[in-house]
């Protein structure tokens, strides 16, 4: 069943076109060859096999993509968030004992294949993502990518960069780098719904000023007199939460400080649906890897569409501002302002 036509600005009309390039005229992916040898600069681009598609958050990148996938007349196509990705190829790589044989099992028979938020910022997942490239290009799938960033701003940190070169160096030599990037983050202009991610509230708790975080956590803390307990993680590993029935909620400090992982969440999304995390603070004064672990929680939770209340004494363009070099954190104050915003006051003082 073909999807609904969807209105599309200029700039996403720009992309769809490029991505439907894609499809044949019966809307199948189309079947790429591979050349003998190097292909020549001037011949690169018809031996191109996919897209990948760039550009700030809230710019519809998704959205263009996933019309495209719902398009595609086959059943041999797949589609994953590039944090769910990974976190099925690791458990599946130690199951089947490789890498290659993971990727094969996870992508099938697919002739197309998507990735949404496409990133590359560990050195580790570096190695993990240019064996994915490897074998895709390889095989000659067709392939859609979204990212936030452009193929050269991969891996960006100076003391690995490098490293990433030839990876960069296959994506641009195999993929169109195409982007969408309007003035406009829809996200600002969405119509609130109460259903999915946007069921949760963003809980500005007043009275901040100086020692905000301290004035956040009374606030957040008040409401909830349930005892935590430790839910355990895996692998005998556990983390301090309220709990109830589906609902899990957490303090910044426990999960955030802690060595939790986007894995981590989502092994958790398969019990609690609904999801609180309190005090968080502002994230210039906190150590940048405690900010990451925000930015995968909230990609985890945003992509399985769950409920999310956050208990924060700024609101998100502050919480996130005056925070340097954290990948993907323009996304993820994004998409915390898309949450309802509502007030917490009558502080009570610990």
């Not at 990735?115 to 050195?123: A, C, K, L, N």
């Not at 259903?195 to 009374?218: C, E, I, N, Q």
Request: glycine letters at 6%; charged letters at 25%; one cysteine or more.
């Amino acid at each position: 069943m073909k999807p609904d036509p969807v209105v599309l600005d200029p700039a996403q009309q720009s992309a769809a076109h490029a991505l439907e390039a894609l499809l044949d005229q019966h809307g199948r992916p189309l079947r790429h060859t591979q050349r003998a040898g190097r292909p020549s600069r001037r011949d690169r681009r018809a031996d191109r096999c996919g897209v990948y598609l760039h550009g700030r958050p809230g710019r519809g990148k998704t959205m263009v993509m996933d019309h495209l996938f719902a398009s595609a007349d086959t059943h041999r196509k797949r589609r994953f968030h590039f944090h769910t990705f990974f976190a099925a190829l690791h458990a599946t790589a130690h199951t089947l004992g490789s890498i290659e044989r993971a990727i094969d099992a996870l992508l099938s028979d697919a002739d197309l294949v998507c990735f949404d938020e496409f990133h590359v910022t560990d050195i580790g997942d570096a190695m993990l993502v240019a064996r994915l490239l490897d074998a895709l290009f390889a095989d000659r799938r067709t392939l859609v990518v979204t990212s936030n960033y452009r193929p050269e701003e991969l891996l960006p940190n100076p003391l690995f960069h490098d490293h990433f070169l030839p990876s960069i160096e296959q994506i641009l030599a195999n993929l169109d780098v195409v982007t969408l990037d309007g003035p406009l983050d829809y996200r600002t202009r969405a119509t609130h719904r109460d259903t999915g991610f946007l069921a949760g509230r963003y809980v500005l708790t007043t009275g901040a000023g100086p020692g905000g975080s301290r004035t956040a956590r009374t606030c957040a803390d008040a409401g909830d007199e349930r005892p935590t307990v430790e839910v355990p993680l895996g692998h005998g590993r556990t983390i301090r939460a309220h709990t109830a029935a589906d609902a899990i909620t957490f303090d910044f400090h426990a999960l955030c400080a802690a060595p939790t992982s986007a894995a981590d969440y989502l092994r958790l999304t398969e019990r609690y649906r609904h999801w609180t995390l309190r005090a968080v603070p502002p994230l210039r004064e906190v150590p940048p890897d405690w900010s990451m672990r925000l930015v995968n929680l909230v990609d985890v939770l945003y992509d399985a569409d769950l409920p999310f209340t956050v208990h924060a004494p700024e609101r998100s363009p502050d919480l996130t501002s005056g925070v340097p070099a954290i990948p993907d954190l323009a996304r993820t104050a994004s998409r915390l302002g898309e949450l309802p915003l509502t007030r917490v006051s009558n502080v009570r003082t610990a």
